[in-house]
Nanobody
Framework: QLQASGGGLVQPGGSLRLSCATS????????IGWFRQAPGKEREGVSC????????YYADSVKGRFTISRDNAKNTVYLHMHTLKPEDTAVYYC???????????????????????WGQGTLVTVSS
């Protein structure tokens, strides 16, 4: 249903673009979130985007460095990551949730267990 890709090894200060390809459902009705989990840490929200592309949300740790975008015609959501830091190292997951009016009250704080579909994750390693 969701396929995350684009991870890899990058030096500090570098850039990567993650892609989340969706299938089996109509992306137009879903908000998409990107999450990450570093070794020994809990999974955390990184960024999310509303179904109509009008609202985007970012964790404080990535604001100004990451940009989320979506192309519903291609059934794909992207996470553009710039000025990467070693602390960005993690497995990155994308997830989809049917968007309700309540979603935009929470944004990135929307409960993770409410998401309907999850991708398998892609590893991002930031190291020199």
């Amino acid at each position: 249903q969701l396929q995350a890709s684009g991870g890899g090894l990058v030096q500090p200060g570098g850039s990567l673009r993650l892609s989340c390809a969706t299938s089996g459902f109509t992306l137009d009705y879903y908000a998409i979130g990107w999450f990450r989990q570093a070794p020994g840490k809990e999974r955390e929200g990184v960024s999310c985007i509303s179904s109509n592309d009008r609202s985007t949300y970012y964790a404080d740790s990535v604001k100004g460095r990451f940009t989320i975008s979506r192309d519903n015609a291609k059934n794909t959501v992207y996470l553009h990551m710039h000025t990467l830091k070693p602390e960005d190292t993690a497995v990155y997951y994308c997830a989809a949730v049917v968007e309700t009016p309540l979603y935009n009250n929470y944004g990135l704080g929307y409960p993770q267990n409410e998401y309907n579909y999850w991708g398998q994750g892609t590893l991002v390693t930031v190291s020199s």
